[in-house]
């Protein structure tokens, strides 16, 4: 079992930026990959970015030079750098923790608001 806790979540303007992190707890010594999802009012869950256990990092379009994903392996937690924050980036974010063998877990959430 891994349990999942986002925050930095929060009310921010355009052109500002947010941290957001995700710390993992119990069985967190093998993960094959960690990514942040989100979901906006109205809307499907979407990918945002993600990073393999090599290192590798992945991000959709729409974020792509504005977010950065990270992990720090000594602190079991997980990152994202949002820089550049526009309206529509506006969601819930969600972290997502595949293990070693196959099992996927979720945090509940942290919300971002960027007024125009």
């Known amino acids: 079992q891994v349990q999942l806790v986002e925050s930095g979540g929060g009310l921010v303007q355009a052109g500002g930026s947010l941290r957001l992190s995700c710390a993992a707890s119990?069985?967190?010594?093998?993960?094959?990959?960690m990514a942040w999802y989100r979901q906006a009012p109205g809307k499907e869950r979407e990918l945002v970015a993600v990073?393999?256990?090599?290192?590798?990092?992945n991000y959709a379009d729409s974020v792509k030079g504005r977010f950065t994903i990270s992990r720090d392996n000594a602190k079991n937690t997980l990152y994202l750098q949002m820089n550049s924050l526009k309206p529509e980036d506006t969601a819930v974010y969600y972290c997502?923790?595949?293990?070693?063998?196959?099992?996927?877990?979720w945090g509940k959430g942290t919300l971002v608001t960027v007024s125009s």
């Open positions: 997502k923790v595949v293990v070693c063998h196959g099992m996927a877990y």
């Open positions: 119990g069985d967190t010594f093998c993960f094959s990959a």
């Open positions: 990073i393999t256990s090599g290192g590798s990092t």
